[in-house]
Nanobody, 121 residues
Framework: QVQLVESGGGLVQPGGSLRLSCVAS????????MGWYRQAPGKQRELVAV???????NYADSVKGRFAISLDGAVNTASLQMNSLKPEDTAVYYC???????????????WGQGTQVTVSS
């Protein structure tokens, strides 16, 4: 099994910055990709950013140019640097990983518990 633990959420004023981190642990053979999703009250969970093991990234249009995702494969940690935050970025942010636990098993998707990000003055 793979466990994901997020950290770094909190309350920030509009225009401010936060950095989220997600550490993957457990029986990890290989991480194929890690990503961040968010869910605001009354809305569906949406993709924020994803990074695959090669380093290729993809972002939601709403965060392009403001957010940056990175992956440190040596310590199985994904980070999300969030700048120029807006009230509409307020949501619970979830870390996700697509990982294999052995060479012969298929990859699965794993989720963290989520961390609250609130952007408000």
């Amino acid at each position: 099994q793979v466990q994901l633990v997020e950290s770094g959420g909190g309350l920030v004023q509009p225009g401010g910055s936060l950095r989220l981190s997600c550490v993957a642990s457990g029986s990890i053979f290989r991480i194929n990709a890690m990503g961040w999703y968010r869910q605001a009250p009354g809305k569906q969970r949406e993709l924020v950013a994803v990074i695959i093991s090669s380093g290729s990234t993809n972002y939601a249009d709403s965060v392009k140019g403001r957010f940056a995702i990175s992956l440190d494969g040596a310590v199985n940690t994904a980070s999300l640097q969030m700048n120029s935050l807006k009230p509409e970025d307020t949501a619970v942010y979830y870390c996700s990983a697509n990982a294999k636990v052995s060479a012969v098993t298929s990859p699965n998707n794993y989720w963290g518990q989520g961390t609250q990000v609130t952007v408000s003055s």
